[in-house]
């Protein structure tokens, strides 16, 4: 899918205060590979706009359609299209595949991706968030 088409599903709003630095977390699922679940855990510090709640729903669904090789590359791609739409201070998305039943193979697979805009930092701000 075209990285337009698919942003265009990240719908935002303005930031209520853009002179404090707050966390906001969104989280949902996807499917990939053939078994299992995909939990996407979303969490940003905003700049000038905010992420819609709804339209991160709508959007992992557009995700969804989506055959993904891995969840590094959809980690990658969810990372990339908040940073062009939302542009958010500090990003933080998290994918873990879950895979039913307890056969003694692989449970569980992880990949958390992070960045930030340039000269941001809040190190207080960003200490008290639950470690992955």
């Not at 949902?28 to 855990?41: F, L, R």
Request: hydrophobic share 35%; net charge negative.
């Amino acid at each position: 899918m075209d990285p337009l088409q698919r942003r265009k599903f990240l719908e935002t709003e303005a930031n209520p205060n853009t002179r404090l630095d707050y966390v906001s977390t969104l989280d949902g699922s996807i499917q990939v590979g053939e078994d299992g679940n995909t939990i996407v855990t979303v969490r940003y510090v905003p700049d000038k706009q905010i992420l819609q709640p709804k339209a991160f729903i709508t959007y992992l669904g557009v995700l969804n359609s989506i055959d993904w090789p891995s969840i590094e590359e959809s980690a990658a791609t969810i990372l990339d299209d908040l940073n062009n739409e939302v542009i958010p201070r500090w990003v933080q998305v998290t994918l873990e595949h879950s895979t039913p039943g307890d056969d003694g193979g692989l449970r569980s697979h992880r990949v958390m991706l992070e960045d930030r805009q340039p000269r941001w930092d809040n190190p207080t701000l960003l200490s008290r968030l639950k470690l992955i």
